[in-house]
């Protein structure tokens, strides 16, 4: 069910801890006159996925409160004249294609049909503790918009909203960014940006770079479901054995797993042991060894049979293999999901260089030809995403350690975590974020059922908890 901030209930009963105060409009400081940009292939699967919810904790005294606000809420509306599409709508054009708008003539002193929803609000009994937490708490909703709300919304709600929650040791800013309009790498060169703005910059270091025609100049139609309630609907599990009525959704549970630089380095190690005496192959990244680790022990977690299929899947950054290359301050999507799958007895049998091979080869082959030919494929056959289209027993890597997300310093100081919402998160969704020790370290951030996390839980060799 979609939600709003400061409301949430569990099985129908209100658990709302939070007080909104305010809510508002910001808008781009500088006239933009007409502006538009249409969606394209790489950003147009994600219509059906949900807002992407991010939440940034920081250690601030109660009483700034409201000079932290005004700062921040003058800086969003700066960097909102360079990142525009932030402040517009989705839209169609004449025929039908998905678009980005922004006018000045549409604006009013409330904002009218475009701008950011920014809201304020309260929650004096809560502590940054409590909200960062590894196992994520149902109070992280409370402080972050639209869980629960699909990409296709943007069509009439604004492509960001923005709530600061005034808690007892400090602020809580819960972005909600429409998946549709940016990717990750895009969402943190704006968090960045806006960071940069709000510390005193007269102008942000690296403009974001909005020629989307220049990565996919290909204008593709959808036939949009009618609301987000359809669209689930219509991709709800069927279980035949049990006369197509759909499945009982499962119990998830979300944590974050921190692996420190040590740590991050023995699992590299580990998984390159074999290298060299493996016909001279190519040495294992440290994403392809974090990757392989996370994908043995969750398929250990889930007590897969040995002849079970496990797939994993990879969202990957694509700027530096389209032809022409794009610039990282490419601002849209520009990522595809890449798929590799083997069976779980050979994936625990064969050593974790097997899987590690599997995931580098999938992810070397992925070149401009193979982007060219699934972008071809998807024009010719649209096809919206859902979370099945994972695969089978699927482990599925998103986000990145490389963005530097303790680097977002507004200017009272580095974030005491970073968070995901519960939008986008399933069966075995991951997102790795830079760890708050900064250097290697890795935040695991993991989704499972929650008996497969609890076995999850309990697995020395995936944990590496006993690293000197």
């Given at each position: ?10 099985n ?16 781009p ?5 007409k502006?538009e940009?249409?969606?394209?292939t ?14 940034l ?7 700034d409160f ?10 969003l ?6 990142f ?16 980005i ?12 049909k475009?701008?950011?929803e ?9 502590e ?11 109070l ?7 869980t ?8 009439h ?17 819960g ?31 690296v ?7 220049k ?11 009618e ?5 689930e ?12 009525e ?5 119990r998830?549970r ?12 023995r ?10 005496s ?5 040495p ?47 601002c849209?999507n520009?990522?595809?999901a ?10 625990q ?17 992925h ?7 699934r ?10 995403f ?5 695969g089978?027993?699927s ?11 303790y680097?977002?310093?507004f ?8 968070k995901?919402?519960s ?21 695991v951030e ?15 060799d ?7």
């Amino acid at each position: 069910m979609a939600t709003e901030n400061g409301k949430l209930e569990i099985n129908g009963v209100s658990v709302g801890k939070v007080k909104v105060l305010n809510k508002a409009t910001v808008l781009p400081s500088k006239k933009l006159g007409k502006k538009e940009t249409f969606l394209t292939t790489f950003d147009l699967p994600y219509v059906t996925f949900y807002y992407n919810q991010k939440v940034l904790l920081y250690k601030a005294k109660a009483h700034d409160f409201k000079q932290i606000v005004e700062k921040l809420k003058d800086a969003l509306g700066v960097v909102l004249g360079e990142f525009w599409p932030l402040a517009g709508r989705l839209g169609k054009d004449e025929e039908g294609v998905l678009r980005i708008e922004f006018s000045d003539e549409l604006v009013d002193g409330d904002g009218g049909k475009y701008g950011v929803e920014v809201v304020e609000a309260a929650a004096v009994d809560i502590e940054l503790a409590e909200l960062a937490q590894n196992e994520a708490s149902p109070l992280l909703q409370e402080v972050v918009h639209y869980t629960g709300v699909m990409n296709l919304e943007g069509l009439h709600r604004p492509l960001l909203a923005v709530q600061f929650t005034k808690v007892k040791d400090g602020i809580a800013i819960g972005c909600a960014f429409n998946h549709a309009v940016l990717d990750g790498n895009a969402t943190w060169h704006f968090m960045s940006s806006w960071a940069e703005i709000s510390r005193g910059a007269p102008t942000i270091s690296v403009p974001p770079f909005h020629d989307r025609a220049k990565a996919r100049n290909t204008r593709v139609k959808l036939d949009l479901p009618e609301s987000t309630k359809a669209h689930e609907k219509a991709t709800e599990s069927q279980d035949p054995s049990d006369g197509g009525e759909p499945k009982p959704a499962p119990r998830l549970r979300e944590k974050i797993f921190p692996f420190s630089e040590k740590a991050v380095d023995r699992i590299k190690s580990q998984v390159n042991g074999n290298v060299a005496s493996n016909g001279g192959c190519k040495p294992f990244s440290t994403f392809q060894s974090l990757g392989v680790h996370l994908w043995r022990a969750i398929s250990r977690a889930r007590n897969l049979k040995a002849e079970d299929y496990t797939v994993s899947a990879v969202f990957m950054d694509c700027r530096k293999r389209v032809d022409p290359p794009m610039p990282d301050s490419y601002c849209g999507n520009l990522i595809q999901a890449i798929f590799t799958v083997t069976v779980a007895g050979m994936l625990q049998a064969s050593g974790a260089e097997y899987g590690a091979g599997l995931l580098q080869k999938v992810i070397e082959e992925h070149d401009r030809e193979a982007i060219e030919k699934r972008s071809l494929e998807w024009e010719a056959a649209p096809k919206l995403f859902n979370y099945k289209d994972a695969g089978i027993n699927s482990v599925v890597i998103g986000s990145s350690p490389r963005f530097k997300i303790y680097e977002v310093d507004f200017g009272f100081g580095k974030a005491e975590r970073v968070k995901s919402g519960s939008n986008n998160k399933f069966d075995g969704m991951i997102y790795l974020y830079q760890g708050k020790d900064e250097g290697k370290s890795i935040d695991v951030e993991v989704t499972l059922e929650a008996e497969a996390m609890e076995n999850l839980e309990k697995d020395q060799d995936f944990l590496m908890e006993n690293i000197n």
